[in-house]
């Protein structure tokens, strides 16, 4: 399984990864696991006194795990000074020392400096919250046209991606060739090669409408381009997955029936389809993992539990070595 090859490739190398809410006990339980086994070095952010409430109460052994709050934190000068350089005028330096006693800035800035490997955070905090400082500090990397996130998706041995479920509003058509593309190598950096459908509520032509068109345009781009990965559409749901529809309703594709991989034509359809395949369909939903970011920095969502924090950290930490 993906997780655990991850795991086995960081084991024993002491990446330093910050929890933007150290007090949570879902991300507390998540790190002493991952410390007793010495997969990562997790560093609990927040105020000393509620995190360790948060321990005693739960029973959580901290011992040996770092606790950083960034209200007593000897640097924070010389930090703002560099966030007022990389916000280039947008905030002076009493703005960032104000953004910096919480936790999501505080914690950007230790990874933007090198103080940390990466972050994850998004367990109390929402996405926009999660992702505003990496995208204001840390920016998509060079050549990437934007920053957005794909899902996992485990159920035993069967792998699904699904992308992009939590950052970019309403794409067009540029939007999805790009996040496309960034799935695309997400998928093959976690073992799965990319047989990928862009979404729609159409199966090529079948039914009209602005979004499908922006759907369609975006195939168009895509096979114009050198790419090494299937990928085809608009299509439906259906017609991606299910061999006997996709005869019907697109017998000359090549993805139609076999897609693995999935692009939403919006954030809506795409935050509303994971949650239905993770709290109606069991699927565990493992995510979202931002792509194109040039760090590692991931978010989580809200109604996350330890177990999926315990995964978003292998992958955050394996992200160190991967061209994100
Ligand atoms: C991601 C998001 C927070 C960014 O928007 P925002 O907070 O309004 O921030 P801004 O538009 O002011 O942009 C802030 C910076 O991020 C950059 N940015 C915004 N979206 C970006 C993207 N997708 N990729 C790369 N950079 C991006 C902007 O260029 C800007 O940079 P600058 O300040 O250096 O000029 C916003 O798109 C959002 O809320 N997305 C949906 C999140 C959500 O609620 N998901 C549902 C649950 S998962
Ligand atoms: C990714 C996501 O949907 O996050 P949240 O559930 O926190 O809104």
């Known amino acids: 399984m993906i997780i655990d090859t991850l795991k086995e490739k960081i084991k024993g190398r002491g990446i330093r990864i910050v929890f933007t809410e150290g007090w949570d006990a879902r991300v507390q339980e998540a790190a002493t696991k991952l410390a007793a086994e010495d997969v990562i070095r997790p560093v609990l952010l927040g105020e000393k006194e509620e995190i360790e409430a948060t321990a005693k109460e739960n029973g959580f052994d901290l011992t040996g795990i770092e606790t950083m709050n960034p209200a007593e934190y000897p640097d924070i000068d010389k930090m703002a000074v560099k966030m007022v ?15 910096l006693m919480s936790t999501n800035y505080f914690g950007t800035m230790l990874v933007q400096m090198g103080y940390a490997d990466g972050l994850l955070g998004g367990a109390t905090y929402s996405t926009a919250d999660t992702v505003r400082p990496a995208l204001q500090l840390v920016k998509a990397a060079p050549g990437n046209a934007l920053v957005s996130s794909a899902f996992l998706l485990l159920k035993g041995d069967e792998e699904y991606m699904m992308g992009d479920c939590s950052i970019n509003l309403n794409p067009n058509a540029d939007d999805l060739v ?31 409408g602005e979004c499908v068109a922006k759907v369609a345009e975006a195939a168009l781009r895509l096979h114009r381009m050198p790419i090494d990965f299937a990928v085809d559409g608009e299509m439906q749901f259906d017609t991606a997955v299910a061999p006997e529809v996709a005869k019907l309703k697109a017998p000359k594709s090549e993805v139609a029936g076999q897609a693995n991989t999935f692009i939403f034509p919006n954030l809506s359809s795409g935050n509303i389809g994971y949650k239905i395949a993770a709290r109606l369909g069991g699927w565990e ?8 970011l040039n760090a590692p920095i991931n978010d989580l969502s809200r109604g996350c539990n330890a177990t999926e924090i315990y995964k978003m950290a292998i992958i955050t930490a394996a992200q160190k070595d991967m061209d994100i």
Do not use: N
């Open 178 to 208: 790009e996040i496309t593309l960034q799935t695309a190598k997400t998928a093959r950096q976690f073992g799965i090669e990319p047989k990928i459908a862009l979404l729609s509520y159409s199966s090529f032509g079948s039914a009209k």
């Open 285 to 292: 939903a493992i995510g979202p993992v931002l792509q194109g």
């Open 85 to 99: 350089e990389l916000r280039r005028g947008k905030l002076d330096i009493e703005r960032c020392r104000k953004a």
